[in-house]
C-alpha cells in the first residue's frame, strides 16, 4: 500500500474500502461485555474475529474465531479495530503490519490528544511502525461506518445505504449525525471518525470521498488541518464537482482552545477559512443540525437556485410571520402572475380566502382534490422558484366528513410530491408543538418520498441562500 503521489497531489490510497471482507476486533473487553466486537458483529456481513489475550470462550460468538494474536487467524484479515491501553498499541501495529492488514482504527486516546510530549512522541512512533503499509484512522477516533457492507461501532446504527459522506474529527459528532439520519431521512454511503489524523487525515478521506461512486454528497465536521496539506486540499477541489457542505469547529478564542485539547488540531485564522470555502464553493454552516438539515434539502432536490418563494399556509397569521422570515434571509415572497392568480381564484370557494402570496387555505385544506390542484398551480409560475407549506399537525387528525382517510393522504402525499415534478423545492413545516401522536406515520412516508419536513422555519431558512449560491457558482 503506498502513498500516491504526483506533482500536485500527495494522497494515501484507500480505494480498498469498498471492498472489506473480513474484521478483527482486537481488544475485545469482557468489562464492557464486549461492547465493540457486539457493535461490529450485529450487521457486518463478513467474517469477524475476536482477538484478546486470555479470553476462551465469549457468550454468542463462534468459539472458533476467538485468537489470542491477529497472527493465528488462518483468514487475511482487511480491517482491524484497536481498543486497548496505548502502551500496547505499537505492538499491536506491529502485528497489524505483519498480517498485511489494510485498514485500522485506533480507538485509543493519550497520544497527541493528550497534549503531552510523551503523548507526540507515541503517535509519531505509531506512524513508524506502520511503515505506510497499514493505513490508520485515529488514534482517538472511531473509524469507518460503512452500512452497505455493516461495519458498525455502535447498536442500532442504519443499516440501509446511502449517498451522504460524512468526515468528522469528533467520533461524537458523528453519533449523533448517524442517530439523527434516522429521524431526518438521510442515508450515509460512509462516515469517517478520523481522530487525531496521524495516518489518515481530512485531506485524504476528502479525496476518496470527492472520487467515490458511492457518494454523492458530502458533509465536514472540520477543525483543522496538518501544516503543509493546504496546497493537496487544493488540488483535489479544483475539478470537485459534489456538493460539500462543512461544519468550522473552533471559530471563536474558546472553541479554538477546545480543538486543540480536543484532537490536537490547530483550526487557524477564521477569516481565512471563510475565503477558503467561498474561493472553492464550500456550503459553510453554523450547526451539526444545520449540516444535516442542508444535506437533506440538496439529497431531496438537488441544488437549485432561489429568489422568490411561494407560501401555502393554513393560517393567515402564520403565513404573514413566515413572509417576515423570508424576506429577512434575502428571499422574495412576490404576488403570483395575473394569470395563476386567476386560475387559483377559480379553485377557492370558501370566503376569506386569497389567490394571492401567501395563500391561506384555512378548513379548505379538507377539499384535498383542490389543494392538490392549487398547488400545482403555484408551481407552475415562472417567477416562482419554490414553496414553503404550512401543515399543522392537529390538521392530520380528519374530521368526520373524510370517509376514507387512505386516499386523503394519498392525495396529501401526491400533493406534495408536485415539487419533483415542477423541479422546484416543496418544503413542509409541521410545527414540533403542534404533532399528534398519529403524524409519525404520515412523518414516515413524507421521508419516503424525498419531502423535507421541519418543525421550525428557523432550521432550514437560512440554509436556502446558501444552497441558492453554491448552485449559481457551480452554473
Known amino acids: 500500500m503506498e502513498t500516491v503521489e504526483n506533482k500536485d497531489i500527495d494522497l494515501k490510497d484507500v480505494s480498498f474500502i469498498n471492498n472489506i471482507r473480513s474484521i478483527a476486533v482486537i481488544g475485545a473487553s469482557k468489562k464492557r461485555d464486549y461492547f465493540f466486537l457486539r457493535n461490529h458483529q450485529y450487521m457486518f456481513k463478513g467474517n469477524i474475529y475476536a482477538v484478546h489475550p486470555s479470553a ?12 489470542t494474536s491477529i497472527l493465528d487467524i488462518p483468514e487475511a484479515i482487511d480491517f482491524a479495530f484497536i481498543a486497548i491501553p496505548a502502551n500496547k498499541v505499537l505492538e499491536v501495529m506491529d502485528e497489524c503490519v505483519e498480517k498485511g492488514v489494510k485498514l485500522v482504527t485506533v480507538f485509543t486516546s493519550e497520544f497527541s490528544d493528550a497534549g503531552t510530549e510523551k503523548g507526540v512522541e ?3 512512533e505509531l506512524l513508524k511502525r506502520a511503515q505506510n503499509k497499514v ?18 461501532w455502535r447498536p442500532g446504527f442504519p443499516s440501509d445505504r446511502g449517498n451522504v ?3 468528522a474529527q469528533s467520533g461524537g459528532i458523528c453519533n449523533i449525525a448517524i442517530y439523527s439520519s434516522l429521524e431526518l431521512g438521510i442515508h450515509f454511503s460512509k462516515v469517517f471518525s478520523f481522530g487525531n489524523g496521524a495516518d489518515l487525515d481530512f485531506v485524504d478521506l476528502l479525496s476518496f470521498l470527492i472520487h467515490d461512486p458511492e457518494t454523492e454528497i458530502i458533509l465536514c465536521y472540520l477543525e483543522g488541518i496538518k501544516e503543509g496539506r493546504i496546497d493537496t486540499l487544493k488540488a483535489i477541489l479544483k475539478n470537485n464537482t459534489k456538493p460539500i457542505i462543512v461544519l468550522k469547529g473552533g471559530k471563536s478564542e474558546s472553541g479554538a482552545v477546545a480543538a ?9 485564522n477564521n477569516k481565512i477559512w471563510k475565503n477558503f ?6 456550503i459553510e454552516v453554523d450547526s451539526l443540525e444545520q449540516l444535516l438539515h442542508t444535506a437533506r434539502l440538496i439529497d431531496c432536490y438537488g441544488s437549485f437556485k432561489l429568489r422568490n418563494l411561494a407560501l401555502i399556509s393554513i393560517s393567515g397569521g402564520y403565513g404573514v410571520v413566515l413572509a417576515d422570515l423570508i424576506e429577512k434571509v434575502g428571499l422574495g415572497v412576490p404576488p403570483f402572475s395575473p394569470e395563476i392568480q386567476r386560475e387559483i381564484s377559480k379553485k377557492f370557494f370558501m370566503a376569506g380566502t386569497s389567490p394571492n402570496n401567501p395563500l391561506d387555505f384555512a378548513a379548505q385544506f379538507f377539499a384535498i382534490k383542490i389543494v392538490k390542484e392549487v398547488i400545482d398551480i403555484v408551481l407552475s409560475d415562472k417567477i416562482i422558484d419554490g414553496l414553503v407549506m404550512d401543515l399543522p399537525g392537529f390538521y392530520l387528525t380528519l374530521p368526520p366528513r373524510i370517509k376514507d382517510s387512505k386516499k386523503f393522504f394519498n392525495t396529501v402525499f401526491e400533493s406534495l410530491a408536485l415539487g419533483h ?3 422546484k423545492p416543496l418544503i413542509l413545516i409541521t410545527q414540533h408543538l403542534t404533532r399528534p401522536k398519529a403524524v409519525s406515520k404520515f412523518l414516515t412516508k413524507v421521508k419516503e418520498k424525498k419531502i423535507p419536513i421541519f418543525g421550525d422555519p428557523q432550521e432550514f431558512l437560512a440554509l436556502l441562500p446558501k444552497i441558492s449560491e453554491y448552485y ?3 452554473s
Open 165 to 167: 459522506g460524512f468526515i
Open 277 to 282: 470555502f467561498l474561493q472553492y464553493n464550500i
Open 472 to 474: 449559481k457558482k457551480k
Open 135 to 152: 493505513r490508520f484512522l485515529g488514534p482517538n477516533g472511531l473509524g469507518l461506518f460503512y452500512p452497505k457492507i455493516g461495519v458498525a
Open 421 to 423: 415534478k415542477h423541479s
Open 122 to 124: 507515541l503517535e509519531k
Open 56 to 67: 476462551e470462550e465469549i457468550p454468542n460468538f463462534p468459539k472458533e474465531n476467538i485468537y
Open 260 to 268: 486543540k485539547t480536543h484532537t490536537a488540531s490547530i483550526s487557524g
